[in-house]
């Protein structure tokens, strides 16, 4: 799922390309995307585009009259820039806006359909989409502190809670606890102030970072390539790869459609994280260190071994 560094990128080049420019017309392709029945697409055309903007990780389309579109990509859905004139592709499209300069297409690969585009009128119609999530770069240390303790957590469930923080997803999420070398899974409620700030350094730092990079990646053109799965990433989908700081094997707990990456040298003291299905496999088994972890492997016929499954898809 596109988070906050891509969908930033994405509002920095829309509003680069269309901002200030009239609505000829908007298309929609497939009618499962468009989840509001009022004001009717037809509504919009016409109007100039006078701002884009993140909500969370939304991207907000603004035009004259007040009136708002609201798209989320879920974890397939991806925006793309066609130059004016250019064919617009028909088998994956969602929807699409067409400018005198082009035409933004959102597109949505798969079949489950989970992407989404709501029209709204007024400001008030649109913050009902606001989730109430801290924005890190606008949050102090202590704000930050505040609203992740609000509830006892795991760090990984509450930077990735919208309600919490702003913008945060599983890759991210990974990113940002190896670079503060915390747990996935210490509790929110046990976090001492200097964790605290030490948490929201990091994610200022990780998040900054990407967005620079993106920004550069992508110039004066439209991101082409957004995925979760990076080869800068330290950990997140690096299960089994050596950790660039310790060189320690990432290590992975999977669960339901997510699972959280992690260097046990850098973020447990060495210890690995019991997966809950494999650990009520292995019982007392279940290795308690990196040194326990490669001596069973080492034990293991070598026809028995397997190889490390690839890395689920996060949303």
């Excluded at 907000?60 to 879920?74: K, P, R, S, T």
């Excluded at 609203?147 to 913008?167: F, M, S, Y």
């Excluded at 094997?249 to 669960?255: D, F, G, S, T």
Aim: proline share 6%; net charge positive; charged share 25%.
């Amino acid at each position: 799922m596109p988070e906050l560094p891509d969908v930033t990128i994405y509002v920095e080049r829309i509003k680069a390309l269309a901002g200030g420019q009239t609505l000829k017309r908007m298309l929609i392709a497939s009618p499962f995307i468009l989840r509001t029945a009022e004001p009717r697409p037809e509504a919009f055309s016409g109007r100039i585009l006078r701002d884009v903007r993140r909500m969370g990780k939304r991207i907000v389309l603004e035009f004259e009259g007040d009136l708002f579109v609201a798209i989320h990509l879920m974890i397939a859905g991806r925006l793309r820039w066609l130059s004016s004139g250019a064919k617009v592709p028909k088998k994956l499209l969602l929807a699409s806006f067409e400018f005198p300069n082009g035409t933004l297409a959102l597109t949505e690969a798969g079949t489950k359909h989970r992407a989404s585009l709501h029209l709204v009128s007024g400001s008030s119609g649109l913050a009902a989409f606001e989730r109430g999530g801290i924005d890190v770069f606008e949050a102090s240390p202590d704000e930050f502190g505040a609203a992740l303790r609000r509830q006892n957590r795991t760090l990984k469930r509450a930077l990735t809670d919208p309600n919490i923080v702003d913008g945060v997803g599983n890759a991210y999420s990974d990113e940002i606890l190896h670079r503060a070398r915390l747990s996935p899974f210490k509790l929110t409620g046990g976090l001492t102030q200097a964790e605290v700030g030490t948490l929201h350094q990091a994610a200022v730092q990780v998040l900054t970072e990407w967005i620079e990079r993106f920004g550069a990646e992508v110039g004066s053109g439209f991101p082409e390539k957004v995925t979760a799965f990076r080869p800068e990433m330290a950990v997140h989908g690096k299960y089994g790869q050596p950790c660039p700081v310790c060189g320690a094997p990432v290590q992975r707990i999977v669960y339901a459609d997510n699972e959280a990456n992690y260097c046990p040298g850098c973020q447990t003291g060495g210890r690995v994280l019991a997966d809950r299905a494999l650990s009520q496999l292995l019982h007392e088994d279940w290795p308690r260190t990196l040194e326990e972890l490669e001596s069973m492997k080492n034990e293991l016929p070598s026809k028995g071994r397997e190889s490390p499954r690839p890395a689920r898809k996060c949303r």
